[in-house]
């Protein structure tokens, strides 16, 4: 039996030992612990260092309000879990938990040096000391102050467990099972409603798990929830969710949930995840979060033993651990008096029950002196002492609200406060619903909801047992009713039990200036009421700009059990209400969450789709490099042996000039386009005209926004009077099909066209050279490929390697080629046909550098790269495109607007630098005279810049003011350390006659 | 995340959907009879009010059609949804019937 735990009671298994260890040293407690349970019982009230000042602290709460036990929980180097909550880490066989922010050790923290200067180290104390000399800030300051302040370590080992998410919807999602949450889950599955029920807690039962003597229906209350809880889990239509935390209420009632499945497990087994993210999509939701308690601020509040009067009393009544063997009760609030009186009959000396109203008065305090508990009114804390545990509280009577009667020192090992209990509201918040001020709870409560969602219970400031039974149900059955489910289910709930009366306050306790200790109000950064006031008197006014300043509230526990207090404090420093003070904003999560819960299965090869195109395969086995384009692999380069990517472009462009290469173009874009009133449909997209186009031809599109700019471009090919295969850029292809659905569907309904993507459907093999025809004419039938019969620019239907092909001759690099496309599945086979039938022409597989290189030796522009949304046709050097007997296309009449025929508008030119060894940076500005001051004005910028094997020189693309007038000067590229002279010339560098294309 | 009535699909994720702006703005016919100003006004003019507004969607990853929406931009609730050759709805018996 270890030192402070009861002999009888709680819902531990005593039945169950489980060993762990804290910060090295091993202890042991039973299943149904939680950490912290089992440290109290083992007598460890010391457990963490604070953030700023490094001062020892204490176990404060029994839940996700607790402040300060922050560990750390080691399986292995690969699963610590830095920043958990002692307080929700349920215990297991061989949990090793360690505390953070201490070195070299809890009792003994060297950094604790802090808290003597604490009173130099105000609010904004970074924000006001570290500011000079500014590199000092990153090479110095930071990483001192972030290894003194900080919260656990990430593990330095990839995480190897599994995450899942699923989905699910419901009829009534109901988040906390208390006995409003338990109670609204009766009603709505009565009703019938599909119910989902989630808790953060391993048990379900919220309060019902220390509820003392209180009986529901004649039953003492465990046996009611335990009943309950059995009658839930056998219906259909109820899904219960333990360990599972609400930590997101996102629009329309969507939430999310984290549920720790193995974490609380010694041997999980291996098939299951870790943890799982559900995002539930609910008709209705009933909030049923409960209410935390407050902590009051007063003069040395943050010693170990010092703890919330509920907390307290919870562990005792649910986990038979005795916090303490003399307590000195604080309060303003009712609930103290229960804490004292559960916790006195389980045998702790109440020493003084400091009350700091001068009128207390209800059958709490009627019970406490009938048990005889020295009760002291109108008398309050104004100090306390003890090093690693409260030793001692000096009281003092108030007089006229303020310290100043007779104080005495009172000994104890244990304090327990309560300021009152705030309602849970940040679900709500979360959900925008209005807050409203309730001057009798101290506390915000939900004022108005704004989605389709209600809150039972002690979160919307209803407290006690009966009311929260009641409301609950009442709740839960309008919550089905709306969910459109049966109505009318009734039931009331008979409960004996003396609960507090609602009350409290908000803010720092009356002390006096006799105070020197400092008061906490925020425990997890370190935040004092000092620092509060110190905020105000700097000139600090909204609520949100203190926060920041100060840091109150911004920890991991977002305030839970700061908040209010802090706003308090704001009113009593300033002189205006907690509502005129405002309030800060609730944001997800409620509690953290993990990052593995939060990606999911989204990792390494999951993390994002890639598309690879049907040759992927092959051009690996050659040892292809692969570039992104956006979510495509290309085949970048194909390095031989010892060749750096330099060297590969520069042989695979010769090799295209010079005989043949083979290009995997099947990332092109590609739109079915067929039906009557298909070439009137391409005719209002495209500048150009297609119901001239022969069946049996390409042409060149390109495709405008109504603004006028270059969006798109891509041949299109006519197969008959009413079917074209329409090509786009690899990026543009779902911009284009939202563009032509677009106007198919809103514009022009009339016109009898179908739009189907075939981007994955056809496999395209670009053979472009000299031999292109040499090459795959033997593989070719049903198709003459004689210049005669099949010119430069049409396209043919036949089969190659007897498989159904859309030949297209045509050319993106100003060679004779073709493209071949082939039902995806065959493309690989007739690429290596194709290679292998070009082998005695010395066939060479080029990648995407090399094939930029080539276009750009011919001036092709690349829409996105050369243009950049402000190009129009003209401006690109492609006016020549536009369809001169049309009246109307998209994006023609904003071509008439004064500004997109303005002489100075940029255009597309070539760019030769004066010394033909340098490349270009793309992107570098272009200026026309290098001597003027920076900074200098530009007219124009390069859009495209590479080594050209062909030229033996480096060549670039720019797109320059006038810059077709400027053909024939020089322009200057000023880069940092030397400035690059630059002749203009035409964007058409290499065959500027085109005769290549005829082989 | 919005929740988003398709009026042939009926509720998914707005995931499943592409906003397209604002909605009853007709392509002129004859936009080359336009003046410049006029061309402007429907290029880039938008009504961006504060309370109901109706708006295109398509359920792009869905059913691939687009329809018109009216959602309230304070609250970002959908009042309705319908086909585009649905008649445009009246907003200001709508923007009454959501008071009550």
Same mark, same amino acid.
């Given at each position: 039996?270890?030192?402070?735990?009861?002999?009888?009671?709680?819902?531990?298994?005593?039945?169950?030992?489980?060993?762990?260890?804290?910060?090295?040293?091993?202890?042991?407690?039973?299943?149904?612990?939680?950490?912290?349970?089992?440290?109290?019982?083992?007598?460890?009230?010391?457990?963490?260092?604070?953030?700023?000042?490094?001062?020892?602290?204490?176990?404060?709460?029994?839940?996700?309000?607790?402040?300060?036990?922050?560990?750390?929980?080691?399986?292995?180097?690969?699963?610590?879990?830095?920043?958990?909550?002692?307080?929700?880490?349920?215990?297991?066989?061989?949990?090793?938990?360690?505390?953070?922010?201490?070195?070299?050790?809890?009792?003994?923290?060297?950094?604790?040096?802090?808290?003597?200067?604490?009173?130099?180290?105000?609010?904004?104390?970074?924000?006001?000391?570290?500011?000079?000399?500014?590199?000092?800030?990153?090479?110095?300051?930071?990483?001192?102050?972030?290894?003194?302040?900080?919260?656990?370590?990430?593990?330095?080992?990839?995480?190897?467990?599994?995450?899942?998410?699923?989905?699910?919807?419901?009829?009534?999602?109901?988040?906390?099972?208390?006995?409003?949450?338990?109670?609204?889950?009766?009603?709505?599955?009565?009703?019938?409603?599909?119910?989902?029920?989630?808790?953060?807690?391993?048990?379900?039962?919220?309060?019902?798990?220390?509820?003392?003597?209180?009986?529901?229906?004649?039953?003492?209350?465990?046996?009611?929830?335990?009943?309950?809880?059995?009658?839930?889990?056998?219906?259909?239509?109820?899904?219960?969710?333990?360990?599972?935390?609400?930590?997101?209420?996102?629009?329309?009632?969507?939430?999310?949930?984290?549920?720790?499945?193995?974490?609380?497990?010694?041997?999980?087994?291996?098939?299951?995840?870790?943890?799982?993210?559900?995002?539930?999509?609910?008709?209705?939701?009933?909030?049923?979060?409960?209410?935390?308690?407050?902590?009051?601020?007063?003069?040395?509040?943050?010693?170990?033993?010092?703890?919330?009067?509920?907390?307290?009393?919870?562990?005792?009544?649910?986990?038979?651990?005795?916090?303490?063997?003399?307590?000195?009760?604080?309060?303003?609030?009712?609930?103290?008096?229960?804490?004292?009186?559960?916790?006195?009959?389980?045998?702790?000396?109440?020493?003084?029950?400091?009350?700091?109203?001068?009128?207390?008065?209800?059958?709490?305090?009627?019970?406490?002196?009938?048990?005889?508990?020295?009760?002291?009114?109108?008398?309050?804390?104004?100090?306390?002492?003890?090093?690693?545990?409260?030793?001692?509280?000096?009281?003092?009577?108030?007089?006229?609200?303020?310290?100043?009667?007779?104080?005495?020192?009172?000994?104890?090992?244990?304090?327990?406060?309560?300021?009152?209990?705030?309602?849970?509201?940040?679900?709500?918040?979360?959900?925008?619903?209005?807050?409203?001020?309730?001057?009798?709870?101290?506390?915000?409560?939900?004022?108005?909801?704004?989605?389709?969602?209600?809150?039972?219970?002690?979160?919307?400031?209803?407290?006690?047992?009966?009311?929260?039974?009641?409301?609950?149900?009442?709740?839960?059955?309008?919550?089905?009713?709306?969910?459109?489910?049966?109505?009318?289910?009734?039931?009331?709930?008979?409960?004996?039990?003396?609960?507090?009366?609602?009350?409290?306050?908000?803010?720092?306790?009356?002390?006096?200036?006799?105070?020197?200790?400092?008061?906490?109000?925020?425990?997890?950064?370190?935040?004092?009421?000092?620092?509060?006031?110190?905020?105000?008197?700097?000139?600090?006014?909204?609520?949100?700009?203190?926060?920041?300043?100060?840091?109150?509230?911004?920890?991991?526990?977002?305030?839970?059990?700061? *908040?209010? *207090?802090?706003?308090?404090?704001?009113?009593?420093?300033?002189?205006?209400?907690?509502?005129?003070?405002?309030?800060?904003?609730?944001?997800?999560?409620?509690?953290?969450?993990?990052?593995?819960?939060?990606?999911?299965?989204?990792?390494?090869?999951?993390?994002?789709?890639?598309?690879?195109?049907?040759?992927?395969?092959?051009?690996?086995?050659?040892?292809?490099?692969?570039?992104?384009?956006?979510?495509?692999?290309?085949?970048?380069?194909?390095?031989?042996?010892?060749?750096?990517?330099?060297?590969?472009?520069?042989?695979?462009?010769?090799?295209?000039?010079?005989?043949?290469?083979?290009?995997?173009?099947?990332?092109?874009?590609?739109?079915?386009?067929?039906?009557?009133?298909?070439?009137?449909?391409?005719?209002?997209?495209?500048?150009?005209?297609?119901?001239?186009?022969?069946?049996?031809?390409?042409?060149?599109?390109?495709?405008?926004?109504?603004?006028?700019?270059?969006?798109?471009?891509?041949?299109?090919?006519?197969?008959?009077?009413?079917?074209?295969?329409?090509?786009?850029?690899?990026?543009?292809?779902?911009?284009?099909?939202?563009?032509?659905?677009?106007?198919?569907?809103?514009?022009?309904?009339?016109?009898?066209?179908?739009?189907?993507?075939?981007?994955?459907?056809?496999?395209?093999?670009?053979?472009?050279?000299?031999?292109?025809?040499?090459?795959?004419?033997?593989?070719?039938?049903?198709?003459?490929?004689?210049?005669?019969?099949?010119?430069?620019?049409?396209?043919?239907?036949?089969?190659?390697?007897?498989?159904?092909?859309?030949?297209?001759?045509?050319?993106?690099?100003?060679?004779?080629?073709?493209?071949?496309?082939?039902?995806?599945?065959?493309?690989?086979?007739?690429?290596?046909?194709?290679?292998?039938?070009?082998?005695?022409?010395?066939?060479?597989?080029?990648?995407?550098?090399?094939?930029?290189?080539?276009?750009?030796?011919?001036?092709?522009?690349?829409?996105?790269?050369?243009?950049?949304?402000?190009?129009?046709?003209?401006?690109?050097?492609?006016?020549?495109?536009?369809?001169?007997?049309?009246?109307?296309?998209?994006?023609?009449?904003?071509?008439?607007?004064?500004?997109?025929?303005?002489?100075?508008?940029?255009?597309?030119?070539?760019?030769?630098?004066?010394?033909?060894?340098?490349?270009?940076?793309?992107?570098?500005?272009?200026?026309?005279?290098?001597?003027?001051?920076?900074?200098?004005?530009?007219?124009?910028?390069?859009?495209?810049?590479?080594?050209?094997?062909?030229?033996?020189?480096?060549?670039?693309?720019?797109?320059?003011?006038?810059?077709?007038?400027?053909?024939?000067?020089?322009?200057?590229?000023?880069?940092?350390?030397?400035?690059?002279?630059?002749?203009?010339?035409?964007?058409?560098?290499?065959?500027?006659?085109?005769?290549?294309? *005829?082989? | 995340?919005?929740?988003?009535?398709?009026?042939?699909?009926?509720?998914?994720?707005?995931?499943?959907?592409?906003?397209?702006?604002?909605?009853?703005?007709?392509?002129?016919?004859?936009?080359?009879?336009?003046?410049?100003?006029?061309?402007?006004?429907?290029?880039?003019?938008?009504?961006?009010?504060?309370?109901?507004?109706?708006?295109?969607?398509?359920?792009?990853?869905?059913?691939?059609?687009?329809?018109?929406?009216?959602?309230?931009?304070?609250?970002?609730?959908?009042?309705?949804?319908?086909?585009?050759?649905?008649?445009?709805?009246?907003?200001?018996?709508?923007?009454?019937?959501?008071?009550?």
């Amino acid at each position: 039996m270890t030192a402070c735990r009861l002999s009888r009671g709680g819902r531990i298994d005593r039945n169950k030992r489980l060993r762990f260890q804290f910060d090295g040293r091993p202890y042991e407690g039973f299943g149904g612990d939680t950490l912290a349970s089992a440290l109290i019982a083992n007598g460890v009230h010391l457990v963490a260092r604070s953030f700023k000042y490094h001062r020892p602290r204490g176990i404060v709460a029994a839940g996700a309000d607790e402040p300060n036990a922050l560990v750390t929980v080691v399986r292995d180097r690969a699963r610590c879990t830095p920043n958990l909550l002692a307080t929700q880490v349920e215990l297991h066989d061989g949990l090793v938990a360690e505390s953070q922010n201490r070195w070299p050790s809890l009792a003994l923290d060297l950094s604790a040096v802090n808290g003597f200067v604490a009173p130099l180290i105000p609010a904004g104390f970074y924000y006001k000391t570290f500011m000079w000399p500014r590199a000092a800030w990153s090479r110095l300051y930071e990483p001192r102050i972030r290894a003194m302040a900080g919260l656990g370590r990430a593990p330095t080992l990839p995480d190897p467990d599994r995450y899942t998410r699923r989905y699910a919807h419901c009829d009534v999602l109901i988040v906390g099972g208390g006995p409003a949450g338990l109670a609204a889950a009766l009603a709505a599955a009565e009703g019938g409603a599909q119910v989902l029920l989630c808790d953060e807690q391993a048990e379900l039962g919220g309060t019902l798990l220390a509820a003392g003597d209180a009986t529901i229906d004649g039953k003492a209350a465990q046996s009611w929830l335990s009943e309950t809880v059995a009658a839930l889990s056998r219906r259909d239509n109820v899904t219960l969710l333990p360990r599972t935390t609400a930590f997101g209420y996102f629009p329309h009632n969507m939430l999310a949930l984290a549920e720790r499945v193995t974490g609380h497990l010694a041997d999980p087994a291996p098939n299951l995840p870790r943890e799982r993210l559900w995002q539930v999509r609910a008709k209705e939701v009933v909030i049923a979060a409960g209410a935390i308690e407050r902590p009051l601020t007063f003069p040395g509040n943050d010693r170990p033993g010092i703890m919330l009067a509920d907390a307290a009393r919870i562990y005792a009544a649910r986990y038979a651990a005795r916090p303490g063997s003399r307590a000195v009760v604080v309060t303003v609030h009712d609930g103290a008096y229960r804490a004292a009186l559960e916790l006195a009959a389980c045998g702790v000396e109440i020493a003084a029950v400091a009350d700091a109203r001068e009128h207390p008065d209800g059958p709490l305090q009627a019970a406490a002196l009938a048990a005889g508990l020295p009760i002291r009114t109108a008398t309050t804390v104004t100090g306390t002492r003890g090093r690693q545990r409260v030793s001692a509280v000096e009281l003092s009577q108030l007089t006229s609200g303020q310290s100043g009667g007779g104080s005495e020192t009172v000994a104890c090992d244990l304090v327990l406060m309560s300021a009152g209990m705030t309602p849970s509201v940040q679900l709500f918040s979360q959900s925008r619903g209005r807050l409203r001020w309730d001057d009798t709870l101290q506390a915000y409560v939900p004022g108005g909801s704004a989605e389709r969602e209600r809150s039972a219970g002690a979160c919307r400031g209803i407290p006690g047992l009966q009311a929260a039974l009641s409301d609950g149900y009442a709740q839960g059955e309008a919550a089905a009713a709306a969910a459109g489910c049966r109505t009318g289910a009734v039931r009331a709930f008979a409960v004996s039990a003396i609960e507090p009366a609602p009350g409290g306050m908000s803010g720092a306790a009356a002390v006096g200036r006799r105070a020197r200790q400092p008061a906490f109000v925020d425990f997890q950064n370190d935040v004092t009421a000092r620092d509060l006031a110190l905020a105000v008197r700097e000139g600090f006014r909204s609520v949100e700009h203190v926060k920041r300043y100060t840091t109150t509230g911004m920890a991991t526990d977002q305030g839970k059990t700061s *908040n209010m *207090n802090a706003l308090g404090v704001l009113s009593q420093v300033t002189g205006a209400s907690i509502p005129e003070i405002g309030l800060t904003t609730s944001r997800n999560p409620y509690t953290p969450v993990t990052f593995g819960t939060l990606a999911g299965l989204a990792r390494r090869d999951l993390f994002d789709p890639v598309r690879c195109t049907p040759m992927h395969g092959w051009a690996e086995e050659q040892g292809a490099v692969f570039e992104d384009a956006g979510s495509w692999k290309r085949a970048h380069y194909f390095p031989r042996t010892g060749e750096a990517m330099h060297d590969a472009v520069k042989r695979e462009c010769e090799a295209v000039r010079r005989s043949v290469g083979l290009f995997d173009a099947s990332t092109l874009g590609k739109i079915e386009v067929i039906g009557r009133g298909a070439a009137t449909f391409l005719d209002r997209i495209y500048v150009n005209s297609f119901s001239g186009l022969a069946p049996g031809r390409l042409r060149y599109g390109v495709m405008l926004r109504e603004s006028g700019f270059v969006m798109d471009d891509g041949v299109v090919a006519r197969l008959g009077a009413d079917r074209f295969h329409v090509t786009t850029t690899t990026g543009g292809v779902s911009r284009v099909l939202h563009m032509m659905e677009d106007y198919l569907q809103t514009e022009w309904p009339d016109l009898e066209v179908w739009l189907t993507s075939t981007t994955e459907q056809w496999a395209v093999i670009a053979v472009q050279g000299l031999n292109a025809r040499k090459v795959i004419e033997p593989l070719v039938s049903g198709i003459d490929l004689s210049p005669a019969a099949m010119p430069h620019m049409s396209v043919r239907e036949g089969r190659i390697c007897g498989v159904p092909t859309r030949l297209f001759r045509v050319s993106f690099t100003g060679e004779l080629g073709y493209e071949i496309n082939v039902p995806a599945d065959y493309g690989r086979a007739v690429w290596e046909a194709v290679y292998a039938a070009g082998s005695a022409s010395g066939i060479v597989p080029y990648g995407t550098e090399a094939m930029h290189v080539l276009r750009a030796e011919k001036g092709y522009i690349i829409v996105g790269q050369d243009t950049d949304g402000t190009a129009t046709p003209d401006d690109v050097g492609l006016g020549w495109t536009i369809g001169k007997t049309k009246t109307d296309f998209i994006g023609r009449r904003s071509l008439a607007l004064p500004a997109m025929t303005a002489p100075s508008r940029k255009q597309l030119v070539g760019l030769l630098t004066v010394n033909s060894d340098i490349v270009l940076e793309e992107g570098a500005q272009l200026v026309a005279d290098p001597r003027q001051p920076v900074p200098m004005s530009s007219v124009g910028h390069v859009t495209s810049s590479y080594w050209s094997p062909a030229l033996q020189r480096s060549i670039a693309l720019g797109m320059v003011k006038a810059g077709r007038r400027r053909v024939g000067e020089t322009l200057h590229v000023p880069m940092p350390n030397k400035t690059i002279a630059v002749n203009v010339v035409p964007s058409q560098l290499y065959d500027p006659a085109g005769v290549r294309l *005829n082989g | 995340m919005l929740l988003i009535r398709c009026p042939f699909c009926g509720e998914r994720s707005e995931i499943e959907f592409r906003h397209a702006g604002e909605a009853h703005i007709p392509r002129p016919l004859a936009p080359a009879s336009l003046s410049d100003a006029e061309w402007a006004d429907y290029l880039y003019n938008r009504t961006n009010p504060k309370g109901l507004h109706i708006e295109r969607w398509r359920h792009v990853h869905g059913c691939g059609r687009f329809f018109n929406a009216v959602r309230d931009t304070i609250s970002d609730f959908f009042v309705m949804t319908y086909k585009l050759d649905d008649q445009r709805p009246d907003l200001a018996r709508l923007a009454s019937g959501q008071r009550r």
